[in-house]
């Protein structure tokens, strides 16, 4: 296993899975952030060819009542320490190299071989098979901040790249080190956009950021772990069978 790469700041979230009721804003927010198409009549239900860098997923306890339960659980790129997308792209499209720690996702280098598809564990990256066409005037209300990516490449969760730009930019207007500004100055569109504030995003090395305490909460804990990949998204929950799902434990052997 490859080492952790250190970055002095890096970028992350804690999302509270006991506060999150599934309504799909962030989804939402994520698409009209990133420009990301509808889907057309043909693929809309075709859950292997959608395109969504945010999805939120549903899980329960499989107990019946009244100890049933269930959560809703949702799942952006998770920004592995450890990548195991990048090393497997054969042109580079792939990297994790810029201060923050973001894996950054390059369409015009991408070939579309979908390498980094099969070895993400957590499904985060989407191949765009249709060129993105949009309904009759929605091309007016297209976000200037994001390019459209063709058909035949990778596309996945940035952190929305642009606002971290646009944050470094405004520290620099107002004399602040571009590396160590408030954290009400860079926020993901999902994070704004969650109704019940179960998204915190912020640099989760800097201790003036609320990131920075709740990741080392006993209730908080990342999905996968054991991989070993060192995601950058932590979830928060006080449901100890929610924890376990998240972390993959087996079931026990009878």
């Keep these: 296993m490859a080492a952790v790469k250190d970055f002095k700041v890096k970028w992350g979230m804690i999302i509270d899975v006991d506060k999150c009721t599934g309504c799909g804003s962030c989804m939402i927010a994520c698409q009209t952030e990133n420009n990301i198409a509808p ?88 191949f765009n098979w249709h060129d993105p066409i949009f309904p009759v005037g929605m091309d007016k209300t297209l976000s200037p901040n994001a390019a459209l990516r063709p058909r035949g490449v990778v596309e996945k969760c940035s952190f929305c790249h642009t606002r971290y730009l646009k944050a ?42 609320s990131v920075y305490e709740m990741k080392k909460s006993p209730n908080a804990f990342r999905l996968l772990e054991k991989l070993g990949l060192d995601p950058q998204v932590y979830y928060y929950t006080e449901r100890e069978w929610v924890r376990k799902l998240g972390d993959n434990y087996l079931k026990d052997e009878k």
């Excluded at 990548?83 to 499209?93: D, I, K, N």
Aim: with cysteine; charged share 20%.
């Design 39 to 126: 889907m057309s009549e043909d693929d809309a239900s075709n859950k292997v060819r959608a395109l969504s860098w945010m999805l939120v997923y549903e899980l329960n306890n499989e107990k019946t009542y009244p100890e049933y339960e269930h959560a809703y659980l949702a799942r952006p790129c998770m920004q592995c320490g450890v990548p195991a997308c990048v090393p497997v792209c054969p042109v580079v499209a792939t990297e994790k190299n810029e201060e923050g720690g973001i894996v950054s996702q390059i369409p015009p280098r991408c070939i579309g071989c979908r390498y980094c598809m099969a070895a993400c564990p957590y499904h985060s990256r989407y």
């Design 168 to 209: 470094k930019d405004r520290a620099r207007q107002e004399g602040i080190d571009p590396m160590n500004f408030p954290q009400e100055y860079y926020q993901t569109a999902c994070t704004q956009n969650c109704p019940s504030g179960a998204i915190v995003f912020g640099d989760l090395n800097n201790p003036e950021h």
